[in-house]
DNA sequence: GTGGTCTAGACCACC
DNA sequence: GTGGTCTAGACCACA
């Protein structure tokens, strides 16, 4: 696993560390039952406290993306989702509001914008629609 | 103006305020030389302390969004960027990448998030393109 | 508050303080928008460490029964489930077996498990049924 | 014997399986002096440690579930608690708590959740009533 | 050897 | 002053 932390960023490194394991999943680098590195090899590696690492794996581990057992490791849980659809669309409509609000400030036409979405969103293993 | 601190939010309050701000201008509510409430007022309108709006202006005229002119108030600016087009790109294809890694943990499909993502676009005003 | 921690107990001790303030918000003694105790006053009064009362109210704000925010502090929230209706009684019968088979290993019969369910359950608060 | 381990659960393995145990008893599936699978029989079948299987044994034999006769195997016992009335009452009562504070938590009305309780257990054997 | 819990103590962002 | 992050290091349960 490759995982760069930026310690120049405002992002806390639990959290990059978090970012960067669900970005290797949506890119399907990382599959369904895959082992991630344990808790004290990824902070030898990144030269952290375990702690941190512990508290990046607790969170993905709650938000139902990775399966940790004490004495078996971390493996990477399938693709679900416990939240009601409307709390979902909910989500990605802030998320989505805050990126449309940026680019408008930066002055990217919404034809540019749109293209990069598309080049972006086109890397990603999204799940099937389910028409 | 109407701002809405939502405090169930983890969002920072401050940001709170620039996030609404700059949503107002990118929507066409808020325009160039529009003057916006001084601190004061807007404090005792949101009940808060008067630092958190002073920390919110100060930031969004850093960010050459709103001018503060001593004794006179702060109006918002023209739209402009000094970033180079290459940062801005980068800025937001970040954005861009965790929305969509968002999505993809979400099941949401590609399809679905491409709506959500047109629809709210078409609610702002962006720069025409220069092409 | 009052809250007792019961050293012997195999419950984590962070579990211990969550079980106590979610019933005491589902008996009616804690309401929304109530102020907790801050980390460090309740630390203080436990003789914990604070990083341990930290990590309990992180994990009541992440399940959305309180709202904390650094600087105010931490408030009750409204009630509220994020989870869909499947998943919520999902894991209610998973807990509700669990118990029936402790009873029945107990030789409790079910009219007893059953009057003791009813006592117990008259205690709460419970929402409103939405027929 | 049927059992399924389930890796996504918190729940400890060995714990899994003593909760499968009790539970194929209680609904008597698995009847007093019946012969329980060998340790590595059982730990073959699921792939596990036999360190793992062992340690829910041996908490069963504590429990006073089954009995394990040295080179014979493994075997359900009569049903029966030495616990005094009052601690069995107690000890249910606090799991009746926790599954009704969560049920309020998640907004389950009462009527749903006596609904959800009295159909799981009337799937179970309980012991007749003494009166 | 694995991750989880808890303590102790430093530093920072927020209000 | 508030809670959040990170480090360091001890001890325990799980496999």
Redesign the pocket.
């Known amino acids: 696993m490759q995982i760069k932390i930026d310690n120049a960023s405002?992002r806390?490194?639990?959290?990059q560390i978090i970012d960067q394991i669900k970005r290797d999943i949506a890119l399907g680098r990382l599959k369904a039952a895959d082992k991630?590195p344990?808790?004290?090899?990824l902070a030898a590696q990144l030269v952290?406290?375990p702690?941190?690492i512990?508290?990046a794996?607790?969170q993905l581990?709650q938000d139902g993306i990775i399966v940790?057992?004490?004495?078996?490791?971390?493996y990477v849980a399938e693709l679900s989702s416990n939240l009601s659809k409307s709390v979902r669309k909910k989500l990605l409509c802030e998320q989505i509001e805050l990126l449309v609000v940026e680019a408008v400030h930066m002055q990217i036409d919404a034809r540019t914008l749109g293209e990069w979405f598309d080049g972006t969103a086109k890397k990603f293993k999204f799940t099937d629609s389910e028409e």
Chains 1, 2, 3, 4 share one sequence.
């Open positions: 405002t806390p490194i639990y959290q991630l344990t808790v004290r090899q952290l406290n702690n941190t512990s508290k794996y607790r581990e940790t057992r004490p004495g078996a490791g971390a």
